[in-house]
């Protein structure tokens, strides 16, 4: 792990897997999960596996299979639904940005050519080389700190989050899942043309400044904002055919 939150991490995950496994192997404690010996194996061996490769991939899989074991076992009589919210712990590791460096390339690149088309349909002279552009004379790079990876960890986890309240049962969860990250990506690139727009009118320090750490957080927020209503017409609509069958 590359910084003190995924230590943080990568310590709580392995104290819960640690707390798991072991008691069992001593034989002083009930089974915990509900799994036999090669689960708890395989769980704690890709824990083990992932720290020592350096891939929290497979940490976050290791540590979300072992907690979505002890969750069905211990609070599914709760009537939670444990089956698909595990899925969130999944991103308390930042394993997208450790392991998948070319999704923040990828999100860059495409926020880039975004912005040279909305710039050029509006009037500006642009010029884009990768991820360097050049509007109106004002020299924009969309850096690593663009990638939008900690913002795509975040809405994995708000999206998730959200879809549990709207969707806890019923095939609205998984049809809804895979477009968190296209959300994101919207978020992402919505970010990036604010950015270049305020740099355009107030300039490129105003922009590096605080206004950097706000303009995600506003994206992040506006497009929370616009989901939960299309959340609600959503939910409407996946409940209305259930009302007219049992009709």
Not at 222 to 242: K, Q, W
Request: charged content about 10%; aromatic content about 12%.
């Amino acid at each position: 792990p590359g910084n003190d939150s995924s230590w943080v991490a990568t310590l709580l995950a392995g104290a819960f897997v640690l707390f798991m496994h072991l008691p069992v192997v001593l034989k002083t404690a009930p089974d915990a999960c509900g799994q036999g010996i090669g689960f708890r194996s395989l769980t704690a061996g890709m824990f083990l596996a992932g720290g020592l490769a350096g891939l929290l991939s497979l940490q976050a899989l290791g540590w979300g299979l072992a907690l979505r074991a002890w969750a069905m076992r211990n609070l599914q009589q709760a009537g939670l639904p444990v089956s698909r919210s595990w899925l969130a712990a999944l991103f308390v590791f930042p394993w997208i940005s450790n392991d998948f460096p070319v999704v923040g390339w990828l999100f860059r690149l495409s926020g880039a050519v975004i912005s040279e088309r909305f710039f050029a349909v509006l009037g500006y002279p642009v010029f884009r080389e990768g991820t360097l552009l050049l509007v109106g004379g004002l020299p924009v790079s969309i850096d690593a700190a663009c990638a939008g990876l900690g913002l795509l960890q975040s809405l994995f986890v708000a999206g998730i989050l959200l879809l549990l309240l709207f969707f806890p049962r019923g095939p609205g969860f998984w049809l809804l899942l895979p477009w968190i990250p296209v959300l994101a990506w919207v978020a992402n690139t919505a970010r990036i043309l604010l950015l270049t727009a305020v740099a355009m009118s107030e300039g490129v320090e105003f922009t590096q400044g605080i206004f950097h750490t706000w303009g995600g957080l506003l994206a992040i927020a506006l497009m929370l904002s616009l989901s939960i209503p299309l959340l609600f017409a959503l939910r409407g609509a996946f409940a209305s055919p259930s009302k007219g069958k049992s009709g």
